[in-house]
């Protein structure tokens, strides 16, 4: 019989972290790109271009397009295109708010099933140490991005978690680490407070600092 514990490690992707789809490579160089300044505010992205320079078909491109327009990053224009945003705006602050609150409501929720096996989410706090040894952004981006999504499954609240998902949290995680300067241990060891919180089996705690953690990154958007 499946454990509960046993289900929250299940459609963890590690071994597909280096074989991604290639709408989930566009979207991501397409970020990077955005972030390092290749494309500028209102830079239009044409479909058919992306996908020659990709080597793909336009519907891994439109994909790819839709995700950055839910995510804030890219604006699509009926008949007009897919143009590029500023994302130092208001609405990237926001999401860190909406996905603070989301994510101290599950840590309420989850702390009792976390605090009963904590090596749930500890596993990728040690991933995430791991890959910034190597500087690995891939890895320590899946990681972070799981060792939330662990904590808002283990709520058991699927509004929660669909919400949570809404958010497009792989896309910002990674805005987050291509920022100049960003320190891979740091962004890493941010996360062991909370990891010592759902230890000491400290629902208040654990839920300030899910709020925090969040608030903190709120501040770099």
């Known amino acids: 019989m499946q454990t509960q514990e046993t289900a929250l490690q299940q459609n963890d992707p590690s071994a597909d972290v280096d074989h991604q789809p290639i709408g989930v490579r566009i979207r991501n160089t397409?970020?990077?790109?955005?972030?390092?300044?290749h494309y500028e505010t209102g830079?239009?992205?044409v479909e058919m271009q992306l996908a020659r320079e990709f080597g793909s078909s336009q519907a891994p491109v439109r994909e790819a397009l839709r995700e950055l327009e839910?995510?804030?990053?890219?604006?699509i224009r009926p008949r007009r295109g897919s143009f590029v945003n500023d994302y130092h705006t208001t609405i990237q602050r926001e999401i860190y708010v909406a996905r603070g609150a989301l994510e101290e409501a599950a840590m309420r929720l989850a702390l009792p099933t976390l605090h009963r096996n904590p090596?749930?989410?500890g596993e990728h706090l040690d991933g995430m140490r791991e890959a910034a040894t190597a500087g690995d952004l891939e890895r320590i981006i899946h990681h972070s991005v799981w060792f939330h999504r662990?904590?808002?499954?283990?709520?058991?609240n699927a509004l929660l978690l669909k919400m949570w998902e809404s958010?497009?949290?792989e896309i910002h995680s990674?805005?987050?680490l291509l920022q100049p300067n960003v320190d891979m241990h740091a962004v890493a060891e941010s996360h062991a407070p909370i990891l010592a919180a759902i230890v000491a089996g400290d629902v208040e705690l654990a839920c300030k600092l899910s709020r925090e953690h969040q608030a903190e990154f709120e501040l770099k958007a």
């Open 30 to 37: 397409l970020v990077e790109r955005i972030i390092a300044g």
């Open 150 to 156: 662990v904590v808002m499954r283990a709520a058991e």
């Open 167 to 169: 958010l497009h949290v």
């Open 119 to 121: 090596a749930i989410v």
């Open 70 to 75: 839910m995510a804030g990053l890219v604006t």
């Open 43 to 45: 830079d239009r992205l």
């Open 174 to 176: 990674r805005k987050t």
